[in-house]
């Protein structure tokens, strides 16, 4: 690394961001149950089995509150056929509350499949990283002191901006696997709504809005792709400039490019939503 506090400042700051996109990727194809050693996993499973008596219990709530709106009388109980709607009805509720736990795993695991298969035609092994342009080192290296003033603000600002989005990208992708816990841990209450007609909808759109988390990670991948294909063309460095323009010029377009990105991960969520509807 250079001796010089401005390429060192710049250096450490996109030293950040490329490790933060490392830490991303590294996380996109980390499953929950991997996540952290596993241990908060075991955790959210024992929580979802303390609420699975709950949501047993309410089972029974809207398979009774679904029977007395639906039915006109007791005589449309004792129709064969719909006694045996309801039968199925309360059975299939019960299943997804017991088992609720392996169909969100069994959706997950499609969902990593999918983001796999993104990475692989897409050909990265590892998201792309940002590198000062040899250039520009050579430029600011070769600057006095009075000239080396309006750099150093311009590096604080620049190193600054980088820094802070590098961070808001992480804590998005770690707000994922939050979401991801407490649609698991939770999961037995919206499920066993599924029980009474009137209430199925709150467990379809429970469903829909896993698949929404779940979908997020394949947006995520997509756009830190684009970045890595931005990042694979970095901005275009006139030698001709004054080292200041020059810096100002690269840090511009590198920010603009990763504001695009850290905008498009957490607009992930509503990208989803809207493609599916909720």
């Not at 303390?50 to 009388?73: D, N």
């Not at 400039?241 to 020059?246: D, I, L, P, Q, W």
Request: charged share 15%.
């Amino acid at each position: 690394m250079s001796d010089n506090w401005v390429i060192q400042n710049l250096e450490n700051a996109l030293s950040t961001w490329n490790e933060k996109l490392t830490e991303i990727w590294s996380l996109l194809t980390t499953t929950p149950q991997e996540f952290k050693g596993g241990g908060i996993w075991e955790i959210i499973v024992d929580i979802n089995g303390a609420v699975q008596a709950i949501g047993l219990a309410l089972l029974v709530l809207f398979f009774v509150v679904g029977m007395v709106k639906t039915c006109s009388s007791y005589t449309d109980v004792k129709k064969p056929e719909h006694a045996l709607k309801l039968f199925v009805r309360f059975a299939i509720a019960k299943g997804m509350v017991t088992y609720g736990m392996e169909l969100m795993l069994a959706l997950l695991e499609i969902i990593q499949g999918i983001i796999s298969n993104i990475m692989t035609s897409a050909g990265f092994a590892s998201a792309g990283t940002a590198a000062l342009p040899p250039e520009m080192i050579t430029a600011i290296d070769n600057c006095g002191f009075f000239e080396s003033i309006p750099l150093w603000a311009v590096t604080l600002i620049g190193s600054l901006f980088i820094t802070v989005q590098s961070f808001i990208l992480i804590m998005t992708v770690y707000g994922r696997f939050f979401k991801l816990y407490m649609y698991s841990a939770l999961a037995p209450i919206p499920l066993s709504t599924f029980a009474g007609e009137p209430t199925q909808n709150v467990g379809r759109s429970f469903i829909k809005s896993y698949c929404a988390v779940l979908l997020e990670g394949a947006v995520i991948v997509l756009a830190c792709i684009i970045f890595s294909l931005f990042a694979g063309s970095p901005p275009v460095v006139d030698t001709d400039a004054s080292a200041v323009t020059m810096v100002w010029k690269y840090i511009g377009e590198l920010v603009f490019n990763m504001l695009v990105l850290v905008g498009a991960v957490k607009m992930s969520d509503r990208i989803i939503r809207e493609m599916m509807g909720l």
